[in-house]
C-alpha cells in the first residue's frame, strides 16, 4: 500500500487554528494533564525491531533522539521527523534503549521495554463462588483503565473482574460481587477492591473512573459503591451486615391469591438479585493503595430525595419499577473549568436523565453541579435521550469540555446545550471528522424509530446539535462507526449496520459496500488512515476492492462484553501514537498488551495529551465500549494538529 503524502516537519511545532471550534483558543484555559515519561518500547517485528517512544506536549521542536542497542548507538545523527526507529538487525536479545539530545548533547536516556508478540501481564483471578440459589460462577477480566497511580511517569492498568453470571438490567437473578484490581506493567499486582454483594454485576452497573483528580501528579479510582463495599486495606464502607439483595420469591405490596400467581412467578424471576432500596455511595480511592479517602451519597439518587421511591414513583420517575431503567449508569471524566479534571456520574437515560459533575479537593468529593432532564426550568426534549455511553468534548471551542449524552448536550456548566429529540442510541463517535468544516462533529445511531422520525444513523454539528446528513430506517440500529479509512475522500467515512452503504462527510453514497467490522477503530499501521478492531483481530479495509484483510490476529485472547467484541482497552498506552490493543487471554489468567511492529514516518504528540483523547481513555469502560477520538482530524490531507494548551503535573 502506498502511504499518503504527508509533510511531517509541520507537526512539530505548529500551532494552528482549525475553524471556529479553535477561535477562542488563545483565551482558554490550560488543561492540567499528567506527567509521562517517553514510554520507549521495543517490539520484534517480521524482521528486526520496532523501536518507539513518545513524543511529549513539553518537547522543543529541535529535540532529538538517538537509539542504542546494547549500549552501542545505532543513529547516525539524532531522530527528528519521527518517534520510531526500525533496527532492520534487532534481535529478540537485544535490549534497547532511547536517549535525548539537545544542543548536540545527550540527555536523560529511557530503557525501552520489550515486547515479542504481546507484553503479557499476569492476573491473580479471583476464586470461584456460589450464589444464594446454589448456582456456581467464576471471573472474567472485562474492562480496564488506565492512570499513573504512584506519579512515575508510566501508566498502571485498573482492572474490572466480571463474575460469569453478571446481568444485564433487563434480567433478574443473582450475581457474584464486582472486583476491581490494579497491576503496573511489570505484572505485580497493587491492590484489590471488592465492590461487595450490594453492587450487582452487569455492562451497566459498574463505571470506574481513573484520573488524577486532585492534581497531586497520582490518579485516583472512583466509582459508585455500597454497604460492604471492602477497600484494599480491609476497610468496609458502610454496613458490612447489610443485604439490600432481593432474595428469590420475594414480592412486596402484591395481592399473592389466585389469578395473581403467574403474574407473580414472573415478577419474582424479575426481582430476584436485583438491589432495588438501601443507601448508595460514591467512593474515592487512592491509587497507591487501594484505600478509601472519601464517601458521599451517590449523587444521581434513584428519589427527588436520594430515597428509595415507591414502585408508582419509580415508574413515573424512570419508566418501571423494577430498576431496569433506573440503573442504567453512565461515568465519564471531563475538564469542565478546562483546567481541573471531573467525575460525571449519571443515571438514566430511555426516559429521565440525571448528570452529576463531582470534584476531589483536599481529599473530599464535592458537587460541582447536578442536572436533572425533568428539573424546573429544563426545556422538554432532554429526557429519552442518552446513549449506552457519553462522550466528552470541549464542542463551543472555549477550552472547557462539553458532554455529548447521545442525542443531547450539556454544557460545561452543567446547563442543558442541545437536543435532536431523536432518542437513544447504542453508538457514537465525536470529534473533528470533517476537517474542511468548522468544529466539531458527532456521528450517531438510533433505536427508536418513533423518536428519530425514521432516522438509524445521523451525523451532527457537536456544537449546535444540527443535522448535516441522516440515513433513514424502519428498526434499531445498533452500530455505527466513523474513520478515515478511503484516502479519496476528504475526511472521515461512515458506516452503520441499517445500510450497507458507505458514506462520505456529506452524505453522498461513496460504495455500496462497508466493512462488516462495525465495532472498534485503531491507528496501527504506518499511514494516517485509521484500521478496524473488533474482536481479537485488527483489520485493514482496502478500498479498492471493498474488503478487510486481517493485519493483527491475536490468537489466544478473548473479546468482552458478549456481542460488543471489544477489548479490556484501546489506547496509546507507550511508544509512538499509535494505539495499543490490550485482550484478555483465554484463560483469564493474564492481559496481553498489543503494539504495532510496523514503522511510521509521521509524528504527533502522544494522544495521551490531547485533553479529549485522554477523556476518552477514562470513559472508555462505560458500558457500551466505543473507540476513543482526539479533538482533531487525523487522516488523508490532514493539516498540523493544534498544539494542545495544557499543563503537565509532576509528583513532588
Known sequence: MTIPTFKTSLLISATLTLGAAHALAAEAPSVRVEYLDRGAVAVTADTGVLVSWRALVTDAPTLGFNVYRNGRKLTARP????????????????????????????GPASKALRIDGYLSIPLNKPADGTTPDGQAYSYTANDASVGDLDGDGRYEIILKWDPTNARDNSQGGYTGPVLLDAYTLDGKQLWRINLGRNIRAGAHYTQFQVADYDGDGKAELIVKTADGTIDAQGKVIGDATADWVTPA?????????????TEDGKLMARLTGRILKGPEYLSVFEGTTGKVVDTIPYPSPRGPNGDNPTDAE?????????????????????????????AIFARGYYARTTIAAIDYKGGKLI????????????????????????????????????????????????????????GHGDAMHVSDLDPNRPGLEKWGVHENMKMSGNTGAALLDARTGEVIF??????????GVAGDIDPRHPGAEFWASNSPNLYDVK?????????????????WDGDLLRE???????????WNTSESKVILDAQGTASNNGTKSTPALSADLFGDWREEVVLRSEDNLSLRIYSTPIPTPYKFTTLMQDPQYRAAIAWQNTAYNQPPWPSYFIGEGMKAPPKAKVTVVKAQ
Open 79 to 106: 531522530v527528528t521527523r519521527t518517534t520510531s526507529f526500525k533496527d532492520e538487525s534487532g534481535t529478540n536479545a537485544a535490549s534497547y534503549e532511547v536517549r535525548e539530545v539537545a544542543g548536540g548533547k545527550e
Open 249 to 261: 420469591g420475594e414480592i412486596e405490596n402484591k395481592d399473592r391469591t389466585g389469578s395473581r400467581q
Open 314 to 342: 419509580a415508574t413515573a420517575r424512570w419508566g418501571d419499577a423494577y430498576s431496569n431503567r433506573s440503573d442504567r449508569f453512565l461515568a465519564g471524566t471531563a475538564w469542565l473549568d478546562g483546567e481541573h479534571p471531573s
Open 367 to 422: 458537587k460541582r453541579w447536578y442536572f436533572d432532564s425533568e428539573a424546573a426550568g429544563v426545556p422538554p426534549g432532554y429526557s429519552g435521550q442518552g446513549n449506552h455511553q457519553f462522550s466528552v468534548a470541549d464542542v463551543d471551542g472555549d477550552g472547557k469540555q462539553e458532554i455529548v449524552y447521545g442525542a443531547m448536550a450539556i454544557n460545561d456548566d452543567g446547563q442543558p446545550l442541545w437536543t435532536t429529540g431523536m
Open 470 to 479: 441522516k440515513v433513514p430506517a424502519d428498526k434499531d440500529t445498533g452500530r
Open 507 to 523: 452524505g453522498n453514497v461513496i460504495s455500496d459496500k462497508h466493512p462488516r467490522q462495525v465495532n472498534f477503530m485503531v491507528w
Open 532 to 542: 478496524l478492531l473488533d474482536g481479537t483481530k485488527v483489520y485493514k479495509w482496502d
